[in-house]
Structures are given as structure tokens and as C-alpha cells.
């Protein structure tokens, strides 16, 4: 019994031992931290591809990582205190919707990053980090260059062959269609490549034709 009561007090002893990390030691473990975030921030500011970049989650990214390598670096020293900080962090609820699916693997390369060096395995952060980082951009880079956008065109139904016509040489899926006493609105999806869209001019031309508006799909 006695060899009990002492085990437990030697695993309750161990937070004692956060003292023993210099501030020299955190500010090197925080450094390194920083370097990880300026990556994945930079990552997601010059390559989203997303309908509407958000800053405020580019610096949450930044956030995330440092927090969690304070975590990792508090609780690694106290087997007591991390098993408290998880019972605290278990009643944490987040209600922010994500809206773009990309933007889940981003949070978890953020809490990665900031596991990795709070656990004091910088090289392994460092040099996942930008492998991960090289393995995203090329994926971005060289996917194909054929977009997806949505077509809306309202027109009357004395245009309706003619718009048919345009939109059959787009190979374009039909999405929605909206009928009203005078009108007819289309809602298409089509793909294409470039920035020219000769399309809208021959939509335009045709008599009837109200409206021709291009919108890039995200599927958000």
C-alpha cells in the first residue's frame, strides 16, 4: 500500500518539473512554431481557391498552431495536469460551421504543426510542413485549368430556340428553371477553359434575351 501511495505522489511531483524548462527553451519552441504557422498561412493566403478567402481563418491557422504547442509544451511535463486539461478541453464545443471542406485539412495541419514542435520534434514539424506545403501548391498548380461555373439567363419565350441552341454547344446540365408569366430563367452549369467568354455575347445578341449572368461553382 505504501509503495501505491508513494507512486502516486511521484506521478503528482512531476508538474514540479515545468519549472525546469528555461525561457529560453520556450521562446526557441514558440520560434519554430511561428515558422510552422508562417507556412500554413501563407499556403492558404496565396493559393485558396475558394469562393470567399476569409483572413479571419488564415490568422485563426496562425492561432491554432501556437496554442496548441503551449498545450503540448505545458501538459508534456505533467502527466496530473494533461489529464486535467483534456478533461477541460473535452467540454469546449465549437459551433462554427466549416464551409469549405479544404479549410478542415488546414485545422489539422495547424494543431499538427503545433504538436510536433510542443513535443519538441522540430525538424519532423519544419520539414512536414513543407513537404505538405509542396505536395498542396503542385495539386493547385497543376490541376486542370477547365473551370465550373453556373449560367443564369432569363429570356422570353420567343428566344427560347435560340438560347437552346447556344446552350447545347456548351454542353451545358440544366440546374434549375424558373418560369414566370413573361419569362423563363435558366440556371446551367458548364465547364470551359480561359477567361473568354464569347457565349455571353451570342446570349446577349439574341433577341428576347433580358439577361446572361456567369457565376464560378464552387459546390458551396
Given amino acids: 500500500m505504501s509503495d501505491y501511495i508513494t507512486e502516486i505522489k ?8 515545468l519549472s525546469s524548462t528555461t525561457p529560453t527553451q520556450i521562446i526557441a519552441c514558440l520560434t519554430f512554431t511561428v ?13 485558396y481557391r475558394g469562393a470567399c478567402y476569409s483572413e479571419n481563418f488564415a490568422v485563426l491557422l496562425v492561432l491554432v498552431t501556437l496554442i496548441t504547442a503551449m498545450i503540448i509544451l505545458t501538459i508534456s511535463s505533467s502527466v496530473a495536469l494533461s489529464l486535467g486539461t483534456i478533461g477541460a478541453l473535452s467540454i469546449i464545443r465549437f459551433r462554427s460551421a466549416i464551409k469549405d471542406p479544404l479549410d478542415v485539412g488546414f485545422l489539422f495541419w495547424a494543431v499538427v504543426a503545433g504538436l510536433t514542435t510542443g513535443a519538441g520534434m522540430v525538424p519532423f514539424a519544419l520539414i512536414g510542413s ?4 509542396v505536395v498542396y501548391v503542385l495539386m493547385i498548380l497543376l490541376r486542370t485549368s477547365r473551370g465550373t461555373y453556373l449560367l443564369v439567363v432569363r429570356y422570353q419565350k420567343n428566344a427560347s430556340e435560340d438560347v437552346k441552341k447556344v446552350l447545347t454547344s456548351l454542353k451545358s446540365r440544366l440546374k434549375n428553371k424558373s418560369v414566370y408569366k413573361d419569362e423563363t430563367e435558366l440556371t446551367v452549369q458548364i465547364r470551359f477553359r480561359g477567361s473568354e467568354t464569347p457565349f455571353l455575347d451570342e446570349l446577349n445578341a439574341i ?7 456567369l457565376v464560378e461553382f464552387t459546390g458551396e
Avoid at 207 to 213: D, K, N, P
Fill in 35 to 47: 515558422i510552422c504557422a508562417a507556412i500554413i498561412y501563407c499556403v492558404y493566403r496565396f493559393f
Fill in 130 to 133: 513543407v513537404f505538405i506545403a
Fill in 10 to 17: 511521484n506521478l503528482m511531483g512531476q508538474a514540479d518539473s
Fill in 207 to 213: 433577341e428576347g434575351v433580358s439577361s446572361a449572368v
